[in-house]
């Protein structure tokens, strides 16, 4: 166990309904970031937080997808209008950046499954 | 962040050292070299990470060669539970916003 806690574990849909994942991170941690993996696939990278501000976001996040963290807390991540290809697992890491910690080591959570039918 | 390339998959047996290359040829100054192992349906998981000469955990080994061009991720003993993929990932761990992962070597322990 990391620290980093995600819900939920699994999720299915159905194609054009609305999905709300949520990450909590390791408390002192300040970034918090999201991804996207399928099968065979190495984890891709969707966006990040620090603290409360999200500063930068892949072009793979689509306009359906909106992520949140209100108050530099846990974070969630919306997926409207569900499509078949968004069927992934949602991994959500954080990290604490600071002066005097030398190294970005991010601690993964053990992702949300989403299945879109 | 440099482009790393290692091999798609390796096959050991329960109680042999492996290693694991991988080759970054663009690596930058400021680069630190990191890997991650997962599980399936798990998040990766942080192993170690170096910048030079020699890294050693409770985990694993990391070599770097002087001119930091590869290294190579060494697991003494494997296990069965050992059986997961490994990324190798290299960055300016100070700078960089993300981690950009390859796909990966998975790593199969025989019996």
């Known amino acids: 166990d990391t620290g980093v806690s995600q819900d939920p574990r699994h999720k299915i849909t159905k194609r054009g309904q609305n999905v709300t994942f949520r990450c909590d991170p390791i408390?002192?941690?300040?970034?918090l970031y999201w991804y996207r993996q399928t099968l065979g696939q190495g984890p891709e990278f969707l966006t990040y937080?620090?603290?409360?501000?999200?500063?930068?976001k892949s072009r793979l996040l689509s306009d359906r997808f909106s992520a949140e963290r209100p108050k530099g807390s846990f974070s969630t991540l919306e997926i409207q209008r569900t499509e078949q290809g968004d069927s992934a697992m949602y991994l959500c890491?954080?990290?604490?950046?600071?002066?005097?910690?030398?190294?970005?080591?991010?601690?993964f959570g053990a992702g949300t499954r989403l299945s879109v039918l | 962040l440099a482009k790393t390339t290692q091999p798609i998959s390796m096959d050991s047996y329960e109680g042999q050292e492996v290693n694991i290359t991988c080759s970054h040829n663009?690596?930058?100054?400021?680069?630190?070299i990191t890997w991650y192992q997962q599980f399936p349906s798990q998040g990766p998981r942080f192993i170690i990470q170096?910048?030079?000469t020699k890294v050693t955990n409770e985990v694993a080994s990391l070599f770097i060669p002087a001119d930091r061009k590869s290294s190579t991720l060494s697991l003494p003993r494997v296990s069965l539970s050992d059986t997961a993929v490994y990324y190798c990932?290299?960055?300016?761990?100070?700078?960089?916003?993300?981690?950009?992962f390859g796909k990966g070597t998975r790593l199969h322990i025989l019996p």
């Open positions: 408390s002192e941690h300040n970034r």
């Open positions: 890491a954080s990290s604490l950046i600071a002066e005097r910690v030398a190294k970005n080591i991010q601690y």
């Open positions: 170096g910048y030079k």
């Open positions: 937080f620090q603290n409360e501000a999200q500063l930068e």
């Open positions: 990932l290299v960055g300016d761990m100070n700078r960089d916003d993300k981690i950009i």
């Open positions: 663009n690596i930058a100054t400021n680069d630190y």
